[in-house]
């Protein structure tokens, strides 16, 4: 077997182990979908794409262990419509994740979320009253509210001290009022207006310390919801360009070691044709 044939399966080899992280940040997204995001859509793709290198490379292997010119062009060609597809996908992620952020309040180590921040696809999808019964269904079911109560035994925490905790988006907008409100705080998700005006913020309202409904339908959860979902899309983002430059680079060198093979080949049929004209057969 030519070098290059060895070059070739090795290549793809590597390209079976770059496989395996684009699964598994599918995998780790799917499980965010059912606990923590709730948004199940970005995964599938993912999973997709990861097992389509998988196969493809495996496919590419084969074809450089046996010489099968049909397997290679399955190969190269396959490989060149999932770099384009990852390429694609990559682009999406940070198109739709890009408006956003969360903002600081005065002595508050967690950050606050204003759907107001958010704009474009997603936010339609995720505000959206046909996705957000379903989104913020699963976040009730996930129980991420709860969590947060739990994380302190014993007594409640004090206000000074829950000032002080980092939460995660989803925590700091669908467990407790803004802070603009003026609510004060009875515990992690139990927070009383005592009797005072609260503030114009439509969420101030939308508050129940009904434990089933909390701030579930307040537009800072939906908010909440977005900046988990751009930090989680981010970090596998961040992978998968890493994963595609190291991809596009093994294509590269496996079309020219597959070009190379077939220059080999056209001159040994060169070659043998030219010998066998050469020295012709005798007719007796």
């Given at each position: 077997m030519r070098t290059s044939n060895h070059l070739i399966g090795f290549l793809n080899f590597l390209t079976f182990l770059l496989s395996i992280p684009v699964l598994g940040g599918g995998i780790w997204l799917s499980s965010r979908a059912t606990t923590t995001d709730c948004m199940k859509f970005l995964q599938w793709p993912l999973i997709i794409i990861g097992i389509s290198i998988m196969v493809v490379s495996l496919a590419g292997f084969v074809g450089a262990c046996y010489r099968n010119?049909?397997?290679?062009?399955v190969y190269l060609w396959a490989m060149f419509l999932i770099i384009a597809t990852l390429v694609g996908f990559v682009i999406f992620a940070y198109s739709v994740t890009e408006r956003g952020s969360g903002r600081a309040v005065m002595n508050r180590v967690y950050l606050e979320y204003s759907l107001q921040d958010y704009s474009?696809?997603?936010?339609?999808?995720?505000?959206?009253?046909?996705?957000?019964n379903k989104i913020s269904s699963c976040i009730r079911d996930s129980h991420a509210c709860g969590k947060l109560a739990r994380n302190i035994a014993g007594a409640p925490e004090s206000a000074e001290s829950f000032y002080l905790r980092k939460l995660t988006p989803v925590e700091s907008g669908c467990c407790?009022?803004?802070?603009?409100?003026?609510?004060?705080?009875?515990?992690?998700?139990f927070w009383t207006s005592g009797g005072g005006l609260t503030g114009s913020d439509p969420d101030c309202t939308r508050w129940s310390n009904d434990q089933e409904l909390l701030c579930y339908n307040c537009d800072s959860c939906k908010a909440g919801v977005l900046a988990s979902l751009k930090k989680s899309w981010r970090k596998v983002s961040v992978i998968n360009i890493v994963i595609l430059i190291i991809l596009v680079v093994l294509y590269v060198v496996a079309c020219a070691a597959f070009r190379h093979n077939k220059q080999l080949d056209n001159d040994e049929a060169y070659g043998e044709t030219r010998m066998e004209k050469a020295r012709p057969s005798a007719l007796w």
């Amino acid at each position: 077997m030519r070098t290059s044939n060895h070059l070739i399966g090795f290549l793809n080899f590597l390209t079976f182990l770059l496989s395996i992280p684009v699964l598994g940040g599918g995998i780790w997204l799917s499980s965010r979908a059912t606990t923590t995001d709730c948004m199940k859509f970005l995964q599938w793709p993912l999973i997709i794409i990861g097992i389509s290198i998988m196969v493809v490379s495996l496919a590419g292997f084969v074809g450089a262990c046996y010489r099968n010119t049909f397997l290679m062009y399955v190969y190269l060609w396959a490989m060149f419509l999932i770099i384009a597809t990852l390429v694609g996908f990559v682009i999406f992620a940070y198109s739709v994740t890009e408006r956003g952020s969360g903002r600081a309040v005065m002595n508050r180590v967690y950050l606050e979320y204003s759907l107001q921040d958010y704009s474009g696809w997603l936010a339609e999808r995720v505000a959206g009253q046909r996705y957000w019964n379903k989104i913020s269904s699963c976040i009730r079911d996930s129980h991420a509210c709860g969590k947060l109560a739990r994380n302190i035994a014993g007594a409640p925490e004090s206000a000074e001290s829950f000032y002080l905790r980092k939460l995660t988006p989803v925590e700091s907008g669908c467990c407790k009022p803004p802070t603009s409100c003026g609510y004060t705080y009875i515990n992690e998700t139990f927070w009383t207006s005592g009797g005072g005006l609260t503030g114009s913020d439509p969420d101030c309202t939308r508050w129940s310390n009904d434990q089933e409904l909390l701030c579930y339908n307040c537009d800072s959860c939906k908010a909440g919801v977005l900046a988990s979902l751009k930090k989680s899309w981010r970090k596998v983002s961040v992978i998968n360009i890493v994963i595609l430059i190291i991809l596009v680079v093994l294509y590269v060198v496996a079309c020219a070691a597959f070009r190379h093979n077939k220059q080999l080949d056209n001159d040994e049929a060169y070659g043998e044709t030219r010998m066998e004209k050469a020295r012709p057969s005798a007719l007796w």
